[in-house]
């Protein structure tokens, strides 16, 4: 699923020593970079992958990287050391994470062996991997007080998360030390701060890979995880930057994870051009809070309404707080879900479910459940009704997103994640007001 930031300033000369490092390693576990493909930095994205002599069309292979060269289940089932650390009588069914958790761990402890000893057969790939992110989640305190509450609820659920995994693997480990320097793993090495960055190091740079197509492996770590092992660290793959405009596909062919680009904007590319791939149609909410970047004009974009909003948009509107709202109606839409995929898009407009919502909420006297679930699944006509209160809704957001941006400026610097942050407010500001241009130009507000 590629990697995290978009604006990275010019890499130094390490980071360069880093790639030919990797390229030198992935070289000895069988990659032959078939299709010449070269790491560069680029103005809008920071560092992403070109071919300095190959041109690419639809149905052209991308890369072809050996299963080898990834870390999957099969790689952590294959590390006797690291399988010790986990004794499988203290698992607990009702305490399992992730694959991604379990992996970001698996970062750590390879950069363990890489500090104190030298030792990680992952060591080329380690150095590659950013030192930070730019996803919200690491705003500073003051940058996230200014931040709306859709922003703040995804990060406090991404560290409740990443918490308690953190808070399993301690209990699991325990006071282990390690064989190297003796010390003890949760208490001296592996931090929460540490695991902060493993977990989005993989959360970021993660790719799908169905694990039933790797060889038979054991089932150590299977008591502890929940749900499948369907992703890996794909080093140097990992490079791709994400594009809406481009469709790619990855399978696994034989002993090799092949990237073949399906559709582009254009004919084809031109050597040099930076090559992109898809992360999947995601929309710039997803990718900022999972990837740390967002793209403007985003083609898979879309703005999401909570019932709070509504609620905060009515005591902002004097025509609509004097009027009477009962509490019956609101504890339907929530019963319901009906509050779930609120949104407006560009190009097809209000949702479903917003306009239902809305017209629940302003357009009906009645609050009785059977009346409500009539009215509610009944003829989708009715609820065409409800443009002012839409206008309504998308302006107070305009307005409240433009309050944090002004917020954000007051402080005296912002982060690379505050500054990330800022820009996507502005991105939807701009996104919401062209939707009131499109949808509701002489609408008078």
């Excluded at 010390?183 to 960055?197: E, F, G, N, P, V």
Aim: glycine share 4%; charged share 20%.
């Amino acid at each position: 699923m590629g990697r995290t930031q978009r604006r990275r300033s010019h890499r130094n000369t390490k980071d360069s020593s880093s790639l030919h490092a990797l390229y030198v390693d992935l070289h000895s576990r069988g990659w032959q970079n078939s299709t010449g493909l070269s790491a560069c930095n680029f103005l809008q994205t920071g560092r992403g992958l070109c071919s300095k002599r190959a041109t690419f069309a639809p149905e052209d292979e991308l890369i072809r990287l050996p299963v080898e060269c990834l870390l999957s289940i099969a790689t952590l089932e294959s590390d006797e050391a690291f399988k010790e650390l986990f004794n499988k009588e203290f698992f607990d069914k009702d305490a399992r994470i992730s694959f991604q958790a379990l992996i970001a761990c698996y970062i750590m402890y390879q950069k363990h062996l890489q500090d104190c000893s030298n030792s990680s057969v992952y060591a080329a790939y380690l150095d590659t991997l950013p030192k930070s992110y730019s996803t919200p989640y690491f705003c500073s305190i003051p940058e996230l007080q200014c931040l709306p509450e859709a922003l703040l609820e995804r990060t406090v659920a991404q560290n409740r998360q990443i918490k308690d995994y953190y808070g399993i693997i301690k209990s699991l480990v325990g006071s282990l030390s390690c064989q190297c320097c003796g010390q003890s793993y949760c208490l001296d090495i592996w931090t929460l701060a540490d695991y902060r960055l493993a977990y989005f190091a993989v959360n970021t740079r993660s790719v799908y890979l169905s694990a039933r197509f790797l060889k038979k492996q054991s089932s150590h770590f299977q008591g502890l995880l929940s749900g499948d092992t369907n992703l890996a660290l794909a080093p140097f793959l990992d490079l791709f930057n994400h594009s809406d405009s481009v469709q790619t596909t990855a399978e696994i062919q034989s002993k090799d994870y092949v990237v073949t680009l399906k559709s582009l904007p254009l004919a084809e590319t031109k050597p040099y051009e930076q090559l992109f791939i898809s992360y999947g149609a995601l929309p710039n909410f997803k990718l900022l809070t999972e990837y740390g970047f967002w793209l403007k004009g985003n083609l898979h974009d879309y703005f999401e309404f909570s019932l709070l909003d509504i609620e905060h948009m009515i005591k902002h509107r004097k025509e609509l707080y004097s009027q009477i709202y009962h509490r019956n109606i609101f504890k339907f839409i929530r019963e319901h879900n009906l509050s779930d995929q609120m949104f407006v898009h560009l190009g097809d407009g209000c949702s479903h479910n917003l306009r239902v919502v809305l017209h629940l909420i302003f357009k009906q006297q009645a609050y009785f459940p059977n009346i409500l679930n009539q009215i509610a699944f009944g003829d989708a006509e009715q609820f065409e009704d409800v443009q002012p209160e839409l206008a309504y809704l998308v302006r107070y957001k305009v307005q409240e997103y433009q309050i944090f941006m002004g917020e954000l400026d007051k402080l005296p610097e912002l982060t690379e994640s505050g500054s990330t942050a800022r820009s996507y407010l502005e991105e939807c500001v701009r996104y919401l007001g062209d939707f009131e241009a499109r949808h509701f130009p002489d609408f008078d507000q």
